[in-house]
């Protein structure tokens, strides 16, 4: 069997950050396994700019901040393999992948980053009721379409969730000469970046229907017309509130899964933003496996995905060059009050340089807020919010001083303020 | 199964028409041969199997008066995604009522779990709609046999008409009046199960008394086989990928089913030709991004293959293009 010191499943923005931080440590002997044509993943269709503010100090588009990406993983010489699928990952760090040059190989790793994004919510997940013609399509298969293949799906277009991805496309499918009639939204609240909102929806007068979902779709072989209507606060359908909307498309942008098969086989533990239980360094409970990017939680930048996944291939070289000691104490991080989950779960203070990162979201949108970090049952920090929401996703460095034991437990919550 | 039956027949001479909806049936009195027209052509021949499904009452109204009427009684069927724990090991039914087997809980042979299905009569013959309280109450009942189902685990909801006698039985018999036009109506549930017994009785007890018929002495009762690269062994899939590198590329990584795959089926006597028929005899589509990433590049190949557009692949049935129109070419 083929040894390698560190796999890197999934060659987008999480595996590139990731490769390229390991190898500046010192872990030179690393391979991606990349299941697409090329670096990049998803970016390669973000054809829209808003990439690279924090990264790079410029506005980029999603093409250009791969590229900057990929130029490094390929100044490094680091070895990629394209077009293969990783098909088993065991607990002993044996990662089994399948191309047509090689056929299926058995690679066995010291340490294995889990880089492999997400995948969208589908119809069937939510059961859209109705009848189930062509026409009815995730935002982000449009976007392939559209941007990688010049093929329009639709022209008049109705979309379901008001998440960017949706109203990214809403913008994509204005701009190419389709009609928007509206987006849907089943919160009482939209769930885009703020920017989003304006730039995609605003700006180019497309409604949208807050606490609404689609509760009929109609179309013998193409979508012909779909129904809305209101819901309660369960969210179910008040009868008559019915909106119809004759359109051949409903795009839905109702929400990203991060793609932990690999993870989920091993019975690794999966926390509320459905990816793995992870340490400050992103290690999950097997030591030497790793998971960063939209498959430990959806980021919203892929700046942060980045930055995120920086620290991981530190990690993971530092996992292979001993420089841990995997028994040090540790404390858990809890998500408190209002907090929807947190990433990291487990901190070994000892391993960290400086301070200690934590992402976190909050779960509905609150005003006038305490974020209030609790560490065994002592307050060590308050951050005043003004407007916190779900959709962005919150990052605070903590100084390792500001901890003054290594075991115990960290609570993150945020209250209202007195 | 449908499918490689269908393949097995055509292998061995039956001709498949589809996208060819039949139009009218005149029958001549004087020697019981009919002449079926279609959208497409006429056909003149000695016997007609009606095989019509939900539409056989109206395929046998085009000959004469039928006594029997099919009502489409509606199933809707809920799909989880593969298990990482068992939730049941063998299919779990509860007590049949009159209204049919009720609400299963069951494995598949995909690694799936299929939680289904409901039984209600419709009025339209096209209605494949599905409804909340039809879902609700599915999902209600299989949990009075599995007390904890995962139901987040859902990838697709979807419902298929059953074609429901009003003898309330299975009707296999020539037709009253016009012995050379053969009813096998109403097959619903036990359908699937009882089909090779039906047409062995139709073709030995029925279709003999009217055409002779002679044992074909070449005819070949097997397909190609099709590769199961899933039941082979590390080793011997790589003997396989050896010889055909597209064996080891993966287009549906939900499913794990490769190119390779693929063109063993475009190579056999009835290729599909949409989407939806790529899905349904690969598996591609099938998993829990229900087609999100590899559609595209099974739209691309259906294109390549068939030598079209990319606007002229369909899902499904014909006016299911996929694609409106390329974008520098579009006139709205």
């Not at chain 2, 209605?127 to 879902?135: N, V």
């Not at chain 2, 020539?174 to 047409?199: R, T, W, Y």
Request: charged share 25%; glycine share 8%.
């Amino acid at each position: 069997m083929i040894a390698r010191d560190l796999v890197i499943i999934g060659g987008g923005s999480a595996g590139m950050a990731a490769a390229i931080a390991a190898y500046d440590e010192g872990l030179t002997d690393i391979l991606i396994v990349e299941k697409g044509r090329q670096l990049g993943g998803i970016l390669n269709q973000c054809i829209h700019h808003g990439f690279g503010i924090e990264e790079f100090k410029e506005q980029l588009t999603g093409p250009e901040f791969m590229s900057r990406l990929a130029v490094e993983v390929k100044k490094r010489n680091i070895d990629v393999r394209f077009q293969s699928n990783v098909l088993d990952l065991t607990k002993s760090k044996v990662v089994t992948y399948s191309n047509a040059a090689e056929g299926i190989v058995k690679v066995q790793a010291k340490a294995v980053i889990m880089a492999t994004g997400c995948y969208e919510r589908s119809a069937g997940a939510i059961q859209i009721p109705g009848e189930r013609p062509s026409g009815i399509i995730t935002a982000g298969t449009a976007q392939l379409y559209l941007n990688e293949m010049g093929a329009l799906v639709g022209k008049r277009v109705f979309i379901l969730g008001s998440g960017d991805i949706g109203l990214i496309m809403a913008r994509r499918l204005t701009l190419e000469g389709a009609t928007v009639l509206g987006v849907s939204e089943i919160m009482p609240y939209s769930n885009g970046l703020n920017h989003n909102m304006v730039q995609c929806l605003h700006d180019f007068d497309i409604p949208l229907y807050l606490s609404h979902t689609v509760t009929k779709t109609y179309g013998k072989s193409r979508l012909e017309k779909i129904e809305i209507s209101q819901v309660d606060e369960k969210f179910n359908p008040l009868p008559g509130t019915e909106k119809e909307f004759e359109v051949d498309t409903l795009l839905l942008s109702i929400g990203l899964i991060p793609s932990n098969d690999l993870l989920k086989k091993l019975g690794l533990p999966v926390s509320k933003s459905r990816g793995a239980i992870v340490d400050e360094h992103y290690m999950t409970d097997i030591p030497g496996i790793f998971s960063t990017g939209n498959v430990l939680h959806v980021h919203d930048l892929a700046d942060y995905v980045a930055a995120e996944s920086r620290s991981c291939g530190k990690g993971a070289a530092a996992y292979v060059q001993g420089k841990w000691n995997l028994d040090s104490p540790s404390f858990n991080v809890i998500p408190g009050k209002n907090l929807l989950y947190v990433v990291p779960h487990r901190v070994r203070l000892a391993n960290l340089d400086e301070h200690l990162t934590i992402k976190f979201r909050v779960s509905k949108p609150l005003q006038n807020q305490v974020l209030t970090f609790t560490f065994n049952g002592e307050v060590i920090k308050k951050i005043i919010k003004p407007f916190i929401i779900p959709s962005e996703m919150q990052k605070v460095r903590l100084p390792k001083e500001l901890f003054n034991a290594q075991d115990g437990e960290l609570v993150i919550s945020s209250e209202d303020r007195p | 199964m449908t499918a490689h039956a269908m393949e097995n027949a055509v292998d061995n001479g039956v001709e498949l028409h589809l996208n060819e909806a039949v139009t009218a049936i005149e029958e001549n009195a004087a020697d019981q041969t009919f002449i079926v027209t279609t959208s497409k052509n006429s056909y003149h021949c000695k016997v007609v199997i009606n095989c019509a499904g939900v539409y056989a009452d109206q395929m046998a109204a085009m000959v004469g008066q039928p006594d029997f009427s099919i009502r489409p009684r509606k199933g809707e069927y809920l799909i989880l995604d593969h298990y990482t724990a068992e939730l049941v090991n063998s299919t779990i039914f509860p007590l049949p009522s009159e209204k049919g087997k009720g609400v299963l809980v069951s494995p598949t042979t995909s690694g799936n779990y299929i939680i289904g299905p409901s039984s209600e009569f419709v009025d339209e013959k096209d209605d494949l709609a599905t409804d909340k309280p039809t879902i609700d109450k599915v999902k209600k009942s299989a949990l009075d046999l599995v007390p904890s189902i995962p139901f987040n685990e859902t990838i697709r909801a979807f419902s298929g008409l059953r074609a429901s006698s009003s003898r309330g039985d299975f009707i296999v018999e020539e037709m009253k009046g016009h012995e050379h036009f053969i009813n096998v109506a109403g097959i619903d549930s036990p359908g699937l199960a009882s089909s090779p017994a039906i047409a062995k009785y139709v073709v030995e007890e029925l279709v003999a008394k009217h055409l002779p018929l002679n044992k074909n002495p070449n005819f070949n009762p097997r397909i190609k086989p099709y590769i199961n690269l899933k039941a082979l062994s590390f080793e011997e899939k790589n003997e396989l990928i050896r010889e055909n590198p597209r064996l080891g590329q993966i287009i549906c990584n939900c499913e794990k089913i490769s190119l390779g795959e693929l063109d063993d089926l475009m190579s056999r006597s009835i290729p599909p030709r949409t989407i939806k028929a790529v899905k349904k005899r690969t598996r591609a589509g099938f998993g829990k991004c229900q087609g999100g990433f590899c559609q595209p590049a099974i739209v691309k190949y259906l294109a390549d293959f068939y030598k079209v557009d990319l606007t002229d692949v369909l899902y499904d049935k014909g006016g299911s293009n996929i694609i409106r129109c390329s974008t520098k070419e579009c006139k709205l």
